[in-house]
């Protein structure tokens, strides 16, 4: 266990990782585009000409429309960043020929697995926690709990691992970085519009056969395509998917952490079996 | 040092190892000589752990690749064909990388981190990036790093590619120093000459099979030596036909004119004993050069016109 903690791995990723320019440059676009997304919110809702509010305004209400801004942006932003940092970590190491030299030490198919994937959650982690003076505003305003921060926060960092670990496995399973990148956002892709679609059609069978119980939600197995959407645990956190009482964040959460399992285990499995790459 | 019994490895594409066999001692620098797809590759990858063997016995320094994997890392150091760097890195950082993957606890580490600066002669630029190093330089690097951990064995799989005839020359000297030192090496390459220069013993191999041995500076894989003899003369075209049709055992490679080239069984003495029959016979020698056949002609000999 030791090992998983002073692997030499972590360092050299980190080190490699933050002398790129991207490690100053994509925190800074990152700050922008949620500072941009605020500002346009905040108007939004308080600016009666842009279809705000033409009566008096809360300042929790204002709260409240700034957190979930943030949460959903960063997050959207977050999964478009997940697959680059994760889906090339082990195809570059396959393009500049330094995978023998890894698999040829004493390193495990364990240890590099994990050295890899924490340094790309440990970037995300960065931009996340980057964003938290934004959402300390939603705080400021009222409206929000900081209870319901922390979850929202935990929420997406659980999501982030999941797909970084997913996009570690497409990079274990091809020889390109553009190829296994290709893969792993046609995985995103899948989980966040697929499962949309699915329980879309569902949820409208349901709703025809069910008039009666269409305030109460839809029940679990019409949502259950929904626990594999990225978006669905602060959806279901938040209240803002339409479900009505019965969402399930918690099925969500331990789906995630599955798929994460799986696709950590077949990543690792490849790697032991990386020589016929080479 | 090396084990290598009866080894199969078959890729869907057909090519690999056929019932390859190899014995390596610890005081040997054994060459692998063969066309390309021979299955060079596919031996060194299996026994630096890369690839599992299809059957056969694959050991190194007595631990099976197959059951072992970890202890036969422990105990080899594989520079492959086209080894990539940390371009990104400092050369210390990259020696210390290694250092830690294979787990080299103090003082060890820093000692043999030290030692790899030394021996790769970048002793006074460790804090320079990677990236700024020649190809020479950063061979000598990498062949740093792989013995950073003092492997009993060295895997290296055309070492010399791409590099300039000094590099050769200094890498020829740093692994004959090595396998002074004890560590047997088992080196793959199409520098014919480099490995002539260097290694103990050649071993040929095509189609993934063994084809045939000889120790450098003796005739190819077979009991009885071979010799070259060039030959030529004054006088008379035919002057040496009579003697010719005396000796059966030899084998002209070339006669034209007054130049004869011949391959005769046997060493140098064989070569004095003919050229004593010249000149008992009266032939006037102009120009006699006797010399063993060299690792081009035995290649040639092997492999005649295979290319792929």
Request: aromatic share 8%; hydrophobic share 45%.
């Amino acid at each position: 266990m030791s090992r998983l903690i002073t692997n030499p791995m972590i360092l050299k990723e980190l080190r490699q990782r933050l002398r790129e320019s991207r490690a100053w440059l994509l925190p800074t676009l990152y700050l922008l585009v949620l500072a941009g997304t605020v500002s346009f919110a905040y108007y939004a809702a308080t600016d009666p000409d842009m279809g705000g509010s033409r009566g008096e305004l809360q300042g929790a209400e204002i709260g409240e429309v700034i957190f979930l801004t943030v949460v959903f942006t960063q997050l959207v932003v977050l999964l478009l960043m997940a697959p680059v940092f994760s889906a090339g970590s082990l195809t570059i190491e396959k393009e500049q020929r330094t995978f023998a030299g890894l698999l040829t030490s004493l390193l495990t198919a364990p240890q590099i697995w994990w050295g890899k994937f924490v340094a790309a959650l440990l970037y995300l982690l960065l931009l996340l926690f980057s964003a938290l003076p934004l959402l300390t505003l939603a705080l400021a305003f009222g409206g929000v709990e900081p209870r319901e921060l922390l979850e929202a926060v935990a929420s997406t960092v659980l999501v982030l691992a999941s797909i970084s670990t997913v996009g570690l496995w497409c990079s274990s399973m091809f020889r390109r970085s553009v190829h296994s990148t290709a893969a792993a956002y046609g995985f995103v892709l899948v989980l966040s519009i697929l499962t949309a679609v699915v329980y879309a059609f569902l949820d409208a069978h349901w709703e025809s056969n069910n008039i009666a119980m269409r305030g109460e939600g839809p029940p679990a197995h019409i949502q259950a395509p929904l626990f594999l959407n990225p978006f669905y645990p602060l959806l279901a956190l938040f209240g803002s998917g339409g479900f009505g009482q019965s969402s399930y964040p918690a099925s969500s959460w331990l789906l995630f952490t599955a798929l994460g399992c799986l696709a950590a285990a077949f990543a690792m499995r490849r790697i032991q079996r990386s020589g016929d790459q080479l | 040092m090396i084990e290598v019994e009866s080894l199969r490895k078959i890729f869907r594409g057909g090519r690999g190892l056929d019932g390859f066999s190899l014995h390596l001692e610890s005081n040997e620098l054994v060459g692998l000589v063969g066309p390309n797809g021979a299955g060079k590759t596919t031996l060194i990858k299996i026994l630096s752990t890369l690839l599992p063997p299809g059957s056969g016995v694959a050991r190194v320094a007595g631990r099976d690749v197959r059951s072992d994997p970890r202890g036969v890392r422990a105990s080899v150091g594989y520079l492959p064909d086209v080894a990539g760097v940390y371009q990104d890195m400092r050369i210390r950082e990259f020696l210390e990388f290694f250092a830690d993957a294979f787990r080299l606890k103090e003082p060890n580490r820093s000692a043999s981190i030290e030692r790899a600066l030394t021996r790769s002669g970048l002793a006074d630029r460790p804090e320079d990036f990677v990236e700024h190093l020649s190809l020479g330089w950063k061979q000598r690097l990498l062949l740093a790093k792989t013995l950073l951990h003092d492997p009993q064995v060295l895997l290296l799989d055309e070492p010399a590619t791409g590099l300039d005839p000094l590099a050769r020359i200094t890498l020829r000297e740093q692994l004959k120093q090595l396998n002074n030192e004890g560590v047997a090496i088992l080196i793959s390459s199409h520098i014919l000459s480099d490995l002539e220069d260097i290694c103990t013993r050649i071993v040929f191999i095509a189609e993934g099979k063994n084809i045939a041995e000889a120790p450098t500076g003796a005739a190819e894989g077979s009991s009885t030596p071979t010799i070259r003899c060039e030959t030529e003369w004054e006088g008379s075209a035919s002057a040496m036909d009579p003697l010719l049709k005396g000796m059966p055992d030899i084998r002209i490679l070339e006669k034209r004119d007054r130049l004869l080239i011949i391959e005769l069984p046997g060493g140098s003495r064989e070569a004095s004993a003919f050229l004593e029959k010249l000149l008992a016979a009266g032939v006037v020698i102009t120009h006699f050069d006797a010399r063993g056949l060299n690792l081009e002609d035995r290649y040639r000999r092997a492999f005649g016109g295979q290319t792929r």
